[in-house]
């Protein structure tokens, strides 16, 4: 069983992607804000990371950053899933080794394409 | 009583007049979609409830009504890369033989049955454009039909908002081949140029296209009642070139369904014609060296 890490602030967010997640048979790991999604990387890295943008402490660019710095930090695959929408940030996101990029609002069948697109699902 | 009882008859003769005019049918286990396909043209048209809108369409001069009615009814679902196993099989097996087959004329026929929005038609041509290189100097046109106006003038448009341009496109492909307009994302001019769309019911024999090196007919035939199957796997038939690839969508098939196509051997789930030889086919190469998906 493949497991992928959510990174949201919003519980609403997180508890909406675990749903879908684990109907895809992931096992699902939670994290508030990029600090904490680093800690869980540094134990273990899952093979998914669902990212979202803004968050405080440590925002989802900075995130992936480190993570891509880090030892082993270019194996998971990572879908920032944001508001921001723009052209510029989705480039920006693609430019700093995400892998793919999902627009809020999402459902399952948006989610689902981008995980078999980057082969975890 | 329940309204949706006191409409049953009604639900009825709307899913008669879509299988009339489409040959698409509604089992009655699904009739509950009648209705709510149809709110939108109630509100368009200050209709109360479906009881009025068949009363209505009963009437005198209501072919707008009717045409909205229909398209409202047709499933329009679509999505870029629909069954990616698929796609992949038209890149690295289907078309290798076809290049092969057309490296005289250097020209591909390709038609999208059913092609609704667009998704399926923009996907080939964008899979091609991925594939510039290998398919310089070829002509190859890709034409997409659907009995609805409606759904063309969208697919013509080759605008997509945010949820439909996510569904089954990679990231990559969505910045390499569209552009952002406000809310929605239109797809490039090159691109839009490989795909004609024009109005067309399969179950029509009139229809005269010319003949196809390749056919999609996917998720098509199956909301079709066997006879009107028949008469679409008939056009499908005389449609296609004798060597050409007929294929179907994931649950569909031809065993039991028409005498016109056999399963091909090499491909699964592509279907040839009949009476085509096997020594008319090129051997099939399957170390096609074409690139993994990007």
Known sequence: ?121 | MSMHDESGGATQILAGLLQARTGQVISSGRYWRVETSLKPVLAEYCIPDIDTLVAALLGADNDDLVQSCVEAMLNNESYFFRDTAMFTMIRTQVMPVLQKARADSRRLRIWCAGCSTGQEAYSLAMQFADDRQKWAGWDIEIVGTDISNSVLERARSGRYNQFEIQRGLSVARMLRYFRQDGEDWEINSDIRAMVKFRTDNITRPSGNMGQFDLILCRNVLLYFAPETRHMAFSRLARSLGSDGYLMLGAAETVIGQTTSFNACREIRGVYTLQDATRTDRPVLDTNWPFAQES
């Not at chain 1, 959510?6 to 699902?28: G, P, W």
């Not at chain 1, 080794?97 to 082969?119: C, H, N, W």
């Open chain 1, 1 to 121: 069983m493949k497991t992928c890490l959510v990174v949201d602030d919003s519980k609403v967010i997180r508890k909406v992607a675990r749903h879908i997640l684990e109907t895809l048979d992931f096992n699902v790991e939670e994290a508030a804000d990029g600090r904490e999604a680093l800690d869980h990387c540094s134990n273990q890295l899952p093979d998914v990371v669902l990212l979202d943008w803004n968050m405080p402490v440590m925002s989802g660019m900075d995130f992936l950053t480190a993570l891509r710095r880090s030892e082993n930090g270019e194996k998971p695959k990572v879908v920032f899933c944001t508001t921001e929408n723009g052209l510029g940030h989705i480039q920006a996101a693609i430019d700093a080794g995400a892998d793919e990029y999902v627009m809020k609002p999402f459902d399952r069948e948006t989610l689902e394409s981008k995980l078999q697109i980057v082969g975890a699902a």
